[in-house]
């Protein structure tokens, strides 16, 4: 065995990632433990769910990320409990049992889920896009839903089929709502040989779109949405999602058979394991080093860490260049513990934010300072995103991608897989082995 | 109503597909009913399985091929009946709705399935490699198996997880098994800082691989096999698969969870709703017309049609070229009863057949004359791949996937998609919709 300390990071995502590659060949033995076997590139699974992108483009295999880091494993795992007196955590492998790990310094970077607020028929009839599955889920629906759509005579059940809500006006919300539009007029529509108009609805409970944004930004974002022909609805606060409709505060019903919800999130509930008191959201408190309040050799960073930017009061948001940065302060102060040097507090450069809506339509704000909208901040994001994507192939993929799309109104990756058929044979073969 | 013939086409593989292309825009309406949304390459199904090529590159929309065809619609759906008397197709239908569909002419092209020998064992506890969910149920599995090797301690245990059979010598058989070692031992085992050296056995029942090629072939096919490690056992009959080990009829057991059963096909057992007596392997009897014997304006083709070849005296095999070459004399004689035209006859130019085996390996037989083996093979096999693929962006991304990971040594596609999730979160929203 070796002499170095260990450190157990849980989550491979933007946060965890940048961590462990800060971490690689040095004098600390590291476990990185993920419940999937592949990081994913979250800001594009909205492309996943609307048939622009292939599952693979969006994730990277861990063990290719790590393949030159001998210091670092890889479990693939879900953690089960965390044990901060014994410094241990328990974890459900991917072969069924049950494994402890030792630790010197624990790194919860597990990240955040999706927030229903407690409304359980939106849990059972909504679709969040928070992972891989998410998105595939929705693609295989509404592709289905499509198809569906084309043989249905009735006109009201057939305008069900073809209306789409999308609920949360962030980021998210907009750009997936803007690629449904695409998707189902620009695409989906020229091959069905009949009418079939789809109707995308975007709600949001505030008074605005992109609430962090400055005014004119978020009137762009609502122009250019409503210019290609998304329906924006904002004070419309959901009351009830069933397979039927989506009903309102108001007692508006929108019959609708597909509500994608990306109006919130909170940390990760592994969060709890720690048995600290968290703060809003289920997030787990930490100091300006990344240290969890009351716990030295216990770190947390990205969206499932709480720490207040002293610039607004409120807490970071939760956005991958707040994850890297904080992950690679967490990096350098678990060696400076190791090393029994001082430890560096987190400052956080802000490059600003963007967001996408479809076809040459974006806004962006760069540095916090810079508004752009239109066609530049729509070529920025792509940029932009192009050089974030991990792993050249997925990168030249992605571009080729984009470019055909872009060029002929197109959209091919647009499979239902037969998640029944997926599940009933991999279940004989999967505990035993 | 338009007062055209209604042809039905049951079946968008190479037979069906053909035959849509070649009635695009005549006279005649046509349906074309396939259980997919889309059209398999199976060709590279097992490079799907293997993590080198993403579902949709393998898979195409098959109302973006029919886009242009106004006198074709697309239903999406599983055949549950044929009356030839009263000449209707009933179909379950994505919407969970049966529909009965009114034919002139019925065109069966529904293509084979694996044919396990009534070998209860072997079909559940084999995989099968015939559609995109059978690569799809590959890839999880063994992904996940390497995953639980890197954390098995128990040396036996480990060689089992890391043991990999695929049975049939047959092209498929070939590709998989070479595919399989090179993802093992190229690829996953540098990723895994332990020694996990995997095995992969190739068994075929007959004395030789590759049974209906000249000598020479089957010789350097199984030389090229074994020169990259994989153990070829021929005269190896499958006598019972559990999801432990496999047993030889010779008593002989080999400990593994992974068997990829390539041994055999049939026909779609869609043929037995005809309610006409089958050939050999459950196969459609048709005239040298590609009409069903019996049936007039019934036709069938591919690999559900038998026809003997009268070279040989069998039936023609399951290969891409027969199928559309067939297809194209369904559309033409179906345009001929339409026109009261005299019917064209099937006459077979064999182009010859090729298997690929691995990085620079390969058979080929060109014409069914000409004998070529190793890299001119392999080169020929994937221009020629290639060329047939569907759609210039899968042709792209496809090629840029092998030069890719034919210099780097890698395959990216590996990421583990957990059919549980997938399953239990669709079915609430899929069947009420």
């Known amino acids: 065995m070796s002499e170095n300390k260990r450190v157990i990071i849980i989550g491979a995502g933007f946060a965890g990632l940048k961590t462990a590659r800060e971490l690689s060949n040095k004098n600390v033995d590291v476990l990185l433990i993920d419940r999937n076997n592949y990081h994913t590139f979250t800001p594009l699974l909205y492309q996943v769910a609307t048939c622009g992108l292939d599952p693979s483009a969006v994730a990277y295999p861990v063990r290719s990320i790590i393949a030159d880091s001998p210091n ?21 492998t991917v072969s069924n049992g049950v494994r402890d790990e030792a630790y010197d310094y624990l790194y919860v970077a597990a990240g955040s ?13 909504a679709f969040g896009l928070r992972d891989l599955d998410d998105a595939l889920l929705i693609r295989n629906h509404i592709v289905r839903l499509f198809e569906k759509a084309a043989w249905t005579e009735d006109a009201s059940k057939r305008q069900a089929l073809l209306t789409l809500v999308v609920v949360g006006g962030g980021p998210t919300g907009l750009e997936t709502a803007g690629s449904l539009y695409e998707l189902y007029n620009d695409v989906l529509q020229k091959e069905f040989h009949r009418d079939l108009k789809a109707r995308v609805i975007l709600l949001e409970a505030a ?12 009137r762009s974002a609502q122009k250019q949405l409503e210019g290609m022909g998304v329906e924006v609805m904002t004070n419309a606060f959901v009351e009830e999602v069933t397979n039927k409709y989506v009903r309102l505060k108001t007692g508006e019903i929108i019959n609708t058979h597909t509500v994608v919800w990306s109006a919130g999130v909170k940390a990760n509930p ?35 860490a709480y720490l207040k930017n002293p610039k607004d009061g409120k807490s970071y948001p939760g956005l991958i260049p707040v994850a890297q940065q904080q992950g690679a302060i967490v990096a350098k102060n678990i060696m400076n513990l190791v090393n ?52 050249m192939r997925n990168r030249i993929v992605v571009f080729i991608g984009w470019v055909w799309d872009y060029i002929f109104y197109n959209r091919t990756v647009r499979i239902i897989l037969e998640e029944e058929k997926l599940k009933s044979k991999s279940e004989a073969l999967r505990d035993v082995a």
Chains 1, 2 share one sequence.
């Open 72 to 92: 670092i494993q890889f479990m693939m795992g879900t953690v089960q409990s965390i044990d901060t007196d014994k410094q241990l955590v328990s974890v459900q």
């Open 113 to 125: 889920s999706t927030n229903y607020f407690g409304n359980q028929s939106i849990v059972d009839n």
């Open 207 to 218: 008074d605005s779109l992109l609430l962090p944004y400055p005014d004119n930004l978020q």
């Open 270 to 304: 592994l969060a709890e394991m720690l048995d600290i008191k968290l703060e809003r959201g289920g997030k787990i408190p930490v100091e300006t080093t990344m240290q969890v309040i009351g716990l030295n050799n216990v770190f947390a960073a990205g969206d499932i």
């Open 340 to 391: 029994d040097k001082e430890l560096k507090e987190f400052r956080y450069f802000d490059r600003g934010s963007m967001a996408t809506i479809g076809r040459s339509r974006a806004v962006a704000w760069a540095f916090n300072r810079i508004p752009l909208s239109g066609f530049f901040a729509w070529i920025a994001w792509l940029g932009l995103h192009l050089v974030v994507l991990l792993g």
